[in-house]
């Protein structure tokens, strides 16, 4: 069974057929993570599923406590936001989740990432739901 077939979102029952990311909201949370280094950064995806192509287009933020080895969010999204995910930095050459990450994964949606230091585009790592790494598009 793909990641695709798993990923349903209680308002879009047909599996996804892809994931596409915007490349400036990427580009945006690299510069983000960079300036709370050494401690981490965390937002949140937003974006719409149409014809089963979740796209990502733009990021959230919401007040949090951050420090070397977590960040911990105050969420209260309006009714209105779309969040369909999270963004994370980790201030170690490490994208791994941890226990913690792959639970507050299963609470904020469909496309999780990890970007390590040193925060480049490359460094970003996706995540399901639960924690399995999965493959996105870059899109301009």
Same mark, same amino acid.
């Given at each position: 069974?793909?990641? #695709?077939?798993?990923?349903?979102?209680? #308002? $879009?029952?047909?599996?996804?057929?892809?994931?596409?990311?915007?490349?400036? &909201?990427?580009?945006?949370? %690299?510069?983000?993570?960079?300036?709370? +280094? =050494?401690?981490?950064?965390?937002?949140? #995806?937003?974006?719409? /599923?149409?014809?089963?192509?979740?796209?990502?287009?733009? /990021?959230?933020?919401?007040? @949090?406590?951050?420090?070397?080895?977590?960040?911990?969010?105050?969420?209260?999204? =309006?009714?209105? %936001?779309? &969040?369909?995910?999270?963004?994370?930095?980790?201030?170690?050459?490490?994208?791994?989740? %941890? $226990?913690?990450?792959? $639970?507050?994964?299963?609470?904020?949606?469909?496309? $999780?990432?990890? /970007?390590? +230091?040193? @925060?480049?585009?490359?460094?970003?790592? +996706? @995540?399901?739901?639960?924690?399995?790494?999965?493959?996105?598009?870059?899109?301009?």
């Amino acid at each position: 069974m793909s990641i #695709f077939s798993k990923m349903k979102w209680f #308002f $879009n029952p047909k599996p996804l057929k892809r994931i596409d990311i915007k490349r400036k &909201v990427i580009a945006d949370v %690299s510069s983000f993570a960079k300036d709370a +280094y =050494p401690k981490e950064f965390l937002a949140f #995806f937003e974006g719409r /599923i149409s014809k089963q192509v979740l796209e990502v287009q733009d /990021i959230i933020f919401q007040p @949090y406590i951050a420090s070397t080895h977590s960040a911990l969010p105050r969420i209260d999204f =309006p009714l209105t %936001s779309q &969040v369909v995910g999270s963004i994370q930095s980790h201030p170690s050459r490490s994208a791994r989740p %941890s $226990n913690a990450d792959k $639970n507050f994964f299963r609470k904020v949606g469909i496309v $999780n990432a990890i /970007i390590k +230091y040193p @925060y480049n585009m490359d460094d970003v790592v +996706y @995540y399901d739901s639960e924690g399995d790494e999965i493959h996105i598009n870059i899109i301009d």
